[in-house]
């Protein structure tokens, strides 16, 4: 890293690895490949890491941000970016299927999961979510597998759910316990520039369930749960609050997938 002629150091230079004996005094220092700074004392390359396939590295944090189609801690795993019908996901390096597709490239068309179904209303299916998440978190998983947060229109699909849940065993599959209370969001939200309560779809909510005293707007809940002390009845709460879910397939999800045989 030193001014050099004829292969030696020319004083008052003196030697060192990174030029980190350079005097500071003087006009600068050579600056080596991998050193930058007046001192040539700045690493360029300060992870000791290179990445491939025209990845930028991020100095920062260490890490390659892959150019599309590649994948690995140094962008050299190439992948497939072809789906047919469906996303692709970078971070996995494989696609997220439309409802009614399946296959590496979402290709196959494939059958509605009926045997998924927890619970099946006049045609409908609603699924419990085995994971916890904020309302709006609920809403974009039930909307990536082809459904919605549950949408309950009427006396008969309150009793029911609310029976199911209330006799949902200790032994239900949770995947993790990185929840804030025992209830279920649903798809209802308070509306302020309409000044009500509105299904995800937009329509105002002709039934309701609430509970005693509810809706309150207590801490602003502009959200709305079955609530487990309340027997299920409705509650509106806080949309950052990490509730489980209930997804519905309506007969216009169903109608997406290919129909069995």
Known sequence: GNWELAGAPIVPYQRGPWCSLCTAGLSG????WDHGGGLCEVP????????RNGAHLNVSSCQCV???GYTGRFCQVRCSTRCLHGKFRQEECSCLCDAGYGGAECGTRIPFP??????????????????ADTYYGAKAKCQEKG??????????????????????????????????????WIGLTYKTSK??????????????SFAFGQPDNQGFGNCVEMQ??????????????RN??????????????????
């Open 29 to 32: 220092c050579f600056k080596s």
């Open 66 to 68: 892959c150019a599309p």
């Open 44 to 51: 360029r390359n300060p992870c000791r890491m290179s990445c």
């Open 244 to 261: 489980r879910y209930l997804c519905q397939f309506a007969q216009e999800h169903i109608s997406r997938w290919q129909r069995d045989p």
């Open 114 to 131: 009926f045997h998924a179904c927890d619970v099946r209303i006049d045609g409908d299916c609603f699924t419990v979510s085995p994971e």
């Open 147 to 184: 459904a919605m947060l549950a949408q309950i229109r009427s006396q008969k699909v309150q009793d029911i759910l609310a029976f199911y849940l209330s006799r949902l065993e200790s032994s239900n599959r949770v995947m993790d316990t990185d929840f804030d209370t025992r209830n279920f």
């Open 228 to 241: 487990a002390a309340a027997a299920f009845n409705w509650n509106d709460q806080r949309c950052k609050t």
């Open 195 to 208: 000044a009500s309560f509105r299904w995800d779809t937009g329509e105002p909510s002709a039934f309701t």
